[in-house]
């Protein structure tokens, strides 16, 4: 089993940053972890995952060189540090291990 509780969403001006967190407990030892966000009318989409020692990061066209994922695992957290942003990336943002998903975390950014 695994829970995951993300957090650090809010409401953010165009151009503004934000960080969020996501705090793993359980099985999580080796796991990769991925950010996926969904806008409303939207598919879910992947934004960002990393693997467990950090040494493999892929971002989704959409966010790169704005967003930056990464993991402390001695606190079993991984962060998604979004500068930059645009309204365009409004929408609730969840991470993963596997098949488990925590509750998500709004982020709205206004123009």
Known sequence: ?????????GL???GGSLRLSCEASGRTFGSYVSWF???PGKERE???AIS???ASR????????????SRDNAKNTV??????LKPEDTAVYYCTI?????QGTQVTVSS
């Open 79 to 84: 962060y998604l540090q979004m500068t930059s």
């Open 52 to 54: 467990w020692g950090g």
């Open 1 to 9: 089993q695994v829970q995951l509780v993300e957090s650090g969403g």
């Open 37 to 39: 966000r969904q806008a």
């Open 46 to 48: 992947i934004v960002a």
């Open 98 to 102: 596997a098949d488990y998903w925590g």
């Open 58 to 69: 892929n971002y989704a066209n959409s966010v790169k060189g704005r967003f930056t994922i």
């Open 12 to 14: 953010v001006q165009a």
